[in-house]
């Protein structure tokens, strides 16, 4: 063999190669969606007894449970509560759950703001309803269990969050209080009020 009939050979084998293995390996398939049913479950503390989390004090305002579909994650380390609070994990249930409405949407975000944005111009469901059933969580892990397991959620994993929506207060910093409601004003595009929760357990129900 001449030096273009052994390349052409080692070519083809390739080909031939990735071909067979194209064939024996399928592609992922793409996410199909979890309907969320179930709204979060918030029950007020009447008595709150605030406590001392690092340099920090809390005071738990409501006890909190909420399951959803997650559209994204973001973590922290430089901003003035990002030593207690190093994720936010944002969650929908309802319409904004369902794969043909939340597949259209791109999110990001910015300044401990969840920002949404429709991929094709234009907004597949009402901002009501999406301001009714999504939700931006500020995540206060109670132990280094519960933060690995913060670390672990992915886009689209379904998980329950359970715990304390909370007031945060630190000497020479503005108290850092929980939204308690789940309509908060907001503006096309942008979420206004999050939830701060002193996150006690976690668990991902379905992985993506």
């Not at 309907?35 to 738990?60: A, G, H, W």
């Not at 309802?94 to 975000?109: A, D, G, N, Y």
């Not at 998980?159 to 630190?170: A, Y």
């Amino acid at each position: 063999m001449n030096r273009i009939s052994i390349q052409l050979f080692f070519i083809c084998l390739l080909m031939a190669v990735i071909g067979y293995f194209g064939l024996i390996y399928e592609k992922a398939p793409q996410w199909r969606g979890i309907l969320v049913k179930k709204e979060p479950i918030q029950r007020m503390i009447k008595k709150p007894k605030p406590f001392k989390y690092k340099k920090f004090f809390i005071t738990p305002l409501a006890d909190y449970s909420i399951t959803g579909v997650v559209i994204s994650t973001e973590r922290y380390f430089f901003d003035p509560t990002s030593s207690i609070s190093p994720i936010d994990v944002a969650l929908a249930w309802k319409k904004m759950s369902m794969p043909e409405v939340i597949t259209e949407f791109k999110f990001k975000h910015r300044r401990r703001c969840l920002l949404y944005s429709p991929k094709k111009g234009y907004w597949p469901i009402m901002e009501h309803d999406i301001r009714n059933s999504i939700s931006n969580n500020h995540c206060i892990p109670a132990n280094k269990d519960i933060k690995k397991k913060l670390f672990k959620i992915k886009q689209y994993d379904l998980v329950t969050i359970k715990g304390q929506l909370v007031k945060t207060e630190k000497p020479g910093m503005m108290p850092w209080t929980s939204s308690l409601s789940r309509n908060d004003t907001s503006s096309w595009g942008e979420m206004v009020g999050c939830e701060i929760i002193y996150v006690t357990d976690v668990e991902i129900l379905e992985k993506q």
